[in-house]
């Protein structure tokens, strides 16, 4: 039995890097009986171990302290949710969404505003409005290699999982991070100007020059719903509302725009963006709604 981790998976075939190397296992079938599936990051044990071919079973997994859906990886130490100022379009509300499914999970968002040299202006706006709400927040261009070392004294030690839009620059800021020219990068589909998918699975890879850091660049996506939230929880994942030292005159207040709410006392000083906040609004709805008819 040896012990390690899983970084690599596809098609029901994992690869565990541990310290006698890298072996490529299956899974017991005992995990999908019990609806578990090994995820990326997962710290597992090995049995039937066959050294002269490197291959294993994974045997066990390890309890995980977090995990996240899409992308599919677990024990995460922070997420890097990137962006671009242009082409893609920012989509602010899948920003929001992975924001609150982060804090949600009590995992530390480190927020990237890359593609600088296209936008600066659309980047600075970004900055202000997210630099209130996230771990850090940095402008970088990958393009023009900026940004880039404040990112790797940010990320530091640890697992960090890179997710965003497709063709935001994902993968190029991993390429230029590691040093790595296998990495694949896309373009923009120029008949939709959204990214194409140039990561096809997650896997970790080690940072060089730092001891224990890794980076998991994941595939991109557009689409993100939020899951296992209620809706009177939501502002609850809004370091905008958790800051303010004024409370509402309803206990049960949605801060949708009910009577002597701190949400308005939020925007009128500037300290909520409002169009965050609308977005909030709508999402507030939009949960209401999914459980107004979720026995329907």
Not at 96 to 124: F, G, R, T, Y
């Amino acid at each position: 039995m040896i012990d390690g981790v899983i970084i690599k998976g596809v098609g029901g075939l994992y690869s565990v890097k541990t310290d006698e190397g890298i072996y490529s296992c299956n899974a017991r079938g005992i995990f999908r009986k019990d609806s578990q599936k090994p995820m990326i990051g997962d710290y597992v044990r090995l049995g039937e171990i066959v050294q002269s071919e490197k291959t294993a079973v994974i045997d066990e997994i390890y309890p995980r302290k977090n995990s996240l859906i899409r992308p599919a990886v677990a024990n995460v130490d922070r997420i890097v949710l990137v962006i671009a100022t242009t082409a893609p379009t920012p989509d602010l509300l899948l920003t929001d969404k992975l924001l609150i499914s982060a804090n949600a999970k009590d995992i530390p968002v480190v927020l990237v505003i890359n593609k600088s040299d296209q936008d600066n202006a659309i980047a600075e706006k970004i900055f202000k409005v997210y630099s209130v709400c996230t771990e850090k927040c940095i402008i970088t261009s990958a393009t023009e290699n900026t940004g880039v070392d404040e990112l790797l004294e940010t990320i530091g030690e640890g697992i960090s999982v890179f997710c965003g839009q497709s063709g935001a620059g994902k993968t190029t800021l991993s390429g230029v991070i590691l040093g790595d020219s296998e990495l694949k990068t896309g373009t923009l589909s120029k008949k939709t100007e959204r990214g194409r998918h140039t990561t096809r699975h997650s896997e970790i890879f080690s940072v060089p020059g730092f001891d224990n850091s890794y980076i998991i660049d994941s595939p991109g996506f557009s689409l993100f719903d939020l899951t296992d939230i209620e809706s009177s929880e939501l502002h609850t994942f809004y370091p905008e509302f958790a800051k303010s030292e004024k409370t509402c005159r309803f206990m049960d207040c949605s801060h949708t725009g009910e009577p002597d709410c701190i949400a308005n006392t939020l925007l009128e000083t500037g300290l909520f963006d409002r169009k965050r906040y609308e977005r909030y609004v709508y999402l507030y709805k939009e949960l209401k709604e999914k459980e107004k008819n979720k026995y329907k």
